[in-house]
């Protein structure tokens, strides 16, 4: 454990993992999300800027929410998030369908190896010992 400044109200606090925020902050910021949550629910045809206005928070929370995949815009919405690998207009996390498979098959080549056999009579390979 370390001590830090919680972000949002600069106390004192031991932080162990995640974002810098104290417990105090944590809740509160964890109550505003249950109030957009239930806001978008309630106007799925509102953007951001409505939500955090109506909600009283930031745009840039609204949409650390949706990188996060905790909140989703509905696939017949205009507001969206772009890409970060194409630019394509997606509606939650940080890639699209197609990035995202491009990085997992890539992520999976990075870590499969072949072993190669050594040849018969070559000494590649094998122990030796000085005497």
């Known amino acids: 454990m370390e001590l830090k400044n919680c972000r949002n109200c600069k106390r004192l606090?031991?932080?162990?993992?995640?974002?810098?925020l104290c417990g105090g902050c944590k809740n509160k910021l964890e109550e505003t999300f249950n109030v957009v949550k239930q806001y978008v629910r309630d106007n799925p045809g509102s953007n951001v800027d409505e939500v955090a206005e109506a909600c009283e928070t930031t745009?840039?929370?609204?949409?650390?929410?949706?990188?996060?995949?905790?909140?989703?815009?509905?696939?017949?919405?205009?507001?969206?998030?772009?890409?970060?690998?194409?630019?394509?207009?997606i509606h939650s996390g940080r890639f699209c369908n197609e990035c995202a498979g491009g990085l997992e098959k890539?992520?999976?080549?990075?870590?499969?190896?072949?072993?190669?056999?050594?040849?018969?009579?070559?000494?590649?390979?094998?122990?030796?010992?000085?005497e």
């Open 106 to 130: 890539a992520f999976n080549q990075a870590y499969t190896y072949k072993v190669e056999k050594n040849p018969k009579g070559s000494a590649a390979g094998k122990m030796r010992f000085l």
């Open 13 to 20: 606090f031991n932080y162990i993992t995640g974002d810098p």
């Open 59 to 89: 745009p840039r929370q609204i949409r650390r929410w949706v990188r996060e995949e905790r909140l989703t815009f509905t696939d017949d919405s205009l507001v969206g998030l772009e890409c970060e690998r194409c630019g394509r207009m």
